[in-house]
Structure formats: C-alpha cells, structure tokens
C-alpha cells in the first residue's frame, strides 16, 4: 500500500547534539517531498521540500533533508540541536499531481538541557 | 499578510449540537484544504477545494461532515450532530496554484472538544 512511515514515535536528543529523523515512502514514482515542523499549540511550519535536482536540500532553522531514491527515504538532519527544536516533525508527499498532502505519522522531538 | 485565520481557535460543545469551523485562506490562494489531527488516526486530509469548487472529499468521514466555500475568502466545514469521536484539531490550509510542489500554508487550528 502507498504510505508515509515515520519509524520513530518519539526521539530524545540533547542539546548541541545531532539529530536525524528518519522518513520513507512507499510510491511508485519519486514523489514530492516535504517536512513540516508543528511546535505544541501551533499549525504546521514548512521546514523545506524536494521535488527534483539536487537530492541535499537546505532549509530553515538550519535544517537539511537527503532524498535517497534507492532507499525511497528522505531523512532530516541538523548538525547541533537547540532547546527550541523541540517539537513535532512530519514528514509528507504529494504522491502525484492531485496536490493531496499525504502525512507520515510524525516524530515528536524532545531535547535534553 | 496574516496568514491562514481559522476560528475559533477553541470550541467545546455537546453531543448533538451543530458546530461551524471558518476558515479565511491567504489572499490569492487557489487552493484551500481541511485536514483533521488526532492521537489515533494522525493528520487527515478531510476535503479540498480549487478555485472555491470542491476537488476531492473522499476525506469527509461522514454525511454528518460538510464543507463550503461560498468565495475565494472563506469556507467553512461543518459538523451536524457532532460526536464526541470528532473531538480533534482541525487545520485549514491555503496554496497557490504553481504545482503540486508549492508549499501549503497551515492555519493555528481549532480544538474541538465533542462532550
């Protein structure tokens, strides 16, 4: 079946450490890929995206995201944690041209002082 | 720009009684989504629209669901009787029409509370 995994419920990490949240699809076709961040109470925040060229993308807050087409994954990375990332991350496709938003089930970030 | 206001940001009501969420999407946006949150089920897409028409509702999870988009500046998804299972976030969203790749744009959220 077509879905978005996000394999880590939950990630602690401290602070000034790396981090990498892991995401894969399952899609026939590369599919459009974003990462959203949602700190508590708040909607959803655009972190970055990937569609085609360069598969090391860059975004705010000083994250970035590798797309890996053997691996059908699209992991985010970011070198040193801030108190402040603490939060939800989703990852999401759009699979096709429907402009559907498909999310994964998300992975809440914790951050160690 | 304000961004994507929805409203009210909370609303507790009781089983059975009708409740309106409103959505103001970002001027000059073509596309307008409803998403539902919840612990069990995650972010769900409910129903979208394009151009004030709707696309696809395939989301909507029953006849007691239903969405509008009267212009290009509001829609409102309604519930009617409302259960204590709706009880989640709701979340609109807006895009512009440049691609299935374009960012969409998340509104605060409404809490609701079914009693």
């Known amino acids: 079946a077509q879905s978005v995994t996000q394999p880590d419920i939950h990630i602690t990490v401290s602070e000034g450490a790396s981090l990498e949240l892991r995401c894969n699809y399952s899609?026939?076709?590369?599919?459009?890929l974003f990462w959203y961040v949602q700190s508590p109470g708040q909607g959803l925040q655009l972190l970055l995206k990937?569609?085609?060229?360069?598969?090391l993308v860059q975004g705010i807050k000083g994250f970035e995201a590798e797309f890996k087409r053997s691996q059908s994954s699209f992991n985010l990375r970011k070198p040193s944690v801030h108190w402040s990332d603490a939060a939800e991350y989703f990852c999401?496709?759009?699979?096709?041209?429907?402009?559907?938003?498909?999310f994964g089930s998300g992975t809440r970030l914790l951050v160690r002082p | 720009d304000a961004g994507v206001i929805q409203s009210p940001r909370h609303e507790v009501t009781e089983m059975g009684q009708e409740v309106t969420l409103r959505c103001k999407p970002i001027?000059?946006?073509?596309?307008l989504f409803w998403y539902r949150q919840t612990m069990m089920r995650g972010l769900e897409l409910l129903i979208y629209?394009?151009?004030?028409?709707?696309?696809?509702d395939s989301g909507m999870p029953e006849d007691r669901f239903s969405a509008k988009m009267p212009n290009a500046s509001f829609s409102t998804l309604k519930i009617q009787p409302s259960e204590p299972r709706d009880s989640a976030v709701y979340f609109c969203?807006?895009?512009?029409?440049?691609?299935?790749?374009?960012?969409?744009?998340f509104g605060p959220g409404t809490r609701l509370t079914v009693l």
């Open positions: 969203a807006s895009r512009m029409q440049t691609g299935p790749g374009s960012e969409q744009f």
């Open positions: 899609y026939g076709a590369t599919p459009y």
């Open positions: 990937y569609f085609s060229g360069d598969t």
């Open positions: 999401a496709v759009v699979p096709d041209s429907s402009y559907k938003l498909i």
């Open positions: 001027s000059g946006h073509d596309y």
């Open positions: 629209f394009n151009n004030n028409v709707p696309i696809d």
